[in-house]
């Protein structure tokens, strides 16, 4: 499917998100919604593709030990090398962000509104009408790590997306003490809130928002026509290899200064007095030796993986252009604790022993 639409993320054209509302929930959880991420056009061509083109499942879930069927169409897109998402004993097939190009049109509008956003999956649901729906949950599996930010844009038929905060002892007790007519007042209760998910909108979630509150977007006997929801989120994994990248290379850093250390003395010292024990000297030549061969090799795999991914990759964030997934994969078992592929730096140089009498022989 060649079908490519660009997606205008400032729909007001005046440079800004200007009907963007910012919801503090306190401490540290902030909800973010803009009414129009893209223009009434662009998103009804995005929904009839989303609607027609997503190989929609409605999985069997298992939630405390029964099994039900999902009361929504689901699908899931993923950047290469992540963890494997499973939630309620379901595991999804991860499609490529290449399977559906019209994505990354998405995901670029969203990355506009949201400089500096990674996302790297995304969990799509579709609702055919008022009786689908997701109950309250958080969207707190490890894999998204314990802030995570969530982008969630909504196409077709407008529901309500409740949020309400995730009962801890503390709140347990002050609402016990309420007296019920004020537990009652919804509007002004703090903790709850509404939004209702324009056709085209943008709903982000961060900080503390998955630790701390639930949500979810109820029945609605009223809602007849469909809606699809896409949440594009970041699995940590991909942030991880990053890191071991990074160890990879003060690595090779510590193994150059320690090769520095080795060729000094081979430089520097005077050359031995024949007769005087040279042995010693030869000894010490190739212990020199082996830290080199050692090191040409280290370097020149580690030069050929990133020679690899400079000839080969594009660099980018989303899901056509996955480094970190392809680093994973080639390099799996030296990163993820297998055989190590790069032996740990070697040891300190060693005082020269005094010739043994037999080597003196
Ligand atoms: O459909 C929505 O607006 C929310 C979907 C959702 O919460 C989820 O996929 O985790
Ligand atoms: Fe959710």
Redesign the pocket.
């Known amino acids: 499917m060649s079908l490519r639409f660009k997606a205008i993320s400032d729909p007001d054209g005046n440079g800004s998100n200007s009907k963007e509302q910012k919801t503090d929930l306190g401490n540290g959880s902030e909800v973010v919604y803009v009414p129009r991420l893209l223009t009434s056009d662009e998103s009804w061509k995005f929904f009839d593709y989303l609607n027609k083109e997503i190989p929609w499942t409605r999985p069997t879930l298992r939630v405390f030990g029964r099994s039900h069927v999902q009361p929504r169409d689901t699908c899931y897109v993923a950047s290469k090398g992540l963890p494997e998402l499973i939630y309620s004993g379901y595991q999804p097939h991860a499609y490529s962000w290449d399977d559906f190009p019209p994505l990354k049109d998405i995901l670029e509008a969203v990355r506009k509104a949201l400089p500096g956003s990674t996302f790297n999956s995304l969990?799509l649901?579709r609702?055919k009408g008022g009786n689908d729906y997701?109950g309250w949950?958080a969207?707190d599996e490890k894999l998204y790590g314990p802030t995570p930010e969530i982008a969630?844009v909504?196409f077709g038929c407008e529901?309500e997306?409740l949020m309400k905060k995730k009962p801890s002892k503390s709140s347990q007790e002050r609402s016990d003490d309420e007296p019920v007519s004020k537990r009652l007042k919804k509007s002004s209760n703090p903790d709850h809130h509404s939004f209702t998910?324009k056709h085209g909108s943008l709903?982000v979630m961060r900080g503390y928002t998955q630790r701390d509150w639930l949500?979810s977007?109820p029945k609605r006997a009223k809602a007849e026509a469909t809606r699809i929801?896409l949440?594009f989120r970041v699995s940590l994994h991909q942030a991880n290899n990053y890191l071991k990248l990074m160890v990879l290379f003060v690595l090779m850093g510590t193994l150059e200064a320690t090769l520095k250390d080795q060729l000094t003395p081979v430089v520097e010292t005077p050359p031995p007095h024949i007769g005087e024990d040279s042995s010693r000297y030869s000894h010490r030549s190739i212990e020199t030796l082996v830290v080199v061969l050692a090191a040409i090799t280290i370097i020149g795999v580690i030069a050929g993986i990133i020679a690899r991914l400079c000839g080969g990759r594009h660099f980018g964030g989303n899901g056509e252009h996955d480094i970190e997934g392809w680093v994973e994969r080639k390099c799996r078992s030296c990163i993820d604790g297998g055989v190590p592929a790069v032996p740990p730096p070697p040891p300190p140089p060693q005082e020269p022993k005094p010739p043994s009498e037999e080597t003196k022989k």
């Open positions: 969990l649901n609702y997701v949950h969207d969630s909504s529901r997306f998910l709903l949500h977007v929801n949440t």
